[in-house]
């Protein structure tokens, strides 16, 4: 089974919302910390957001319209994304840093911000 699995990238409008999910089901360890990133072609795949136990981190430019939250019920992880700009056109991927072990990424969903 895949450990992160994103869902939920698209082609929306500029000022538009979109909300990503990864399925954190396939992991076989309950996962304290996690995050968003982005990678547009050609250039370094960049933070977006961070959650853990005690403390929520964005990216100074999704501060203000994009939210990360975590469901453990349905062990889910989320980025709600608003007022959307067309350089936020990226693919976003889900990832679960590991003390001493190479970080757990999903496969990436495609978000395009374009009219």
């Known amino acids: 089974q895949v450990p992160l699995v994103e869902s939920g990238g698209d082609l929306v409008q500029p000022g538009g919302s979109l909300r990503l999910s990864c399925d954190t089901s396939?992991?076989?360890?309950?996962?304290?910390?996690m995050a968003w990133y982005r990678q547009t072609p050609g250039k370094q795949r960049m933070f977006v957001a961070r959650i853990s136990n005690s403390a929520i981190t964005y990216a100074d430019s999704v501060k203000g319209r994009f939210t990360i939250s975590r469901d453990r019920a349905k062990s889910t992880l989320y980025l709600q994304m608003n007022s959307l700009k067309p350089e936020d056109t990226a693919v976003y991927y889900c990832n679960v840093p590991r003390l001493g072990m190479p970080d757990i990424w999903g496969q990436g969903t495609q978000v395009t911000v374009s009219s």
């Open positions: 396939g992991l076989h360890f309950t996962a304290t910390v």
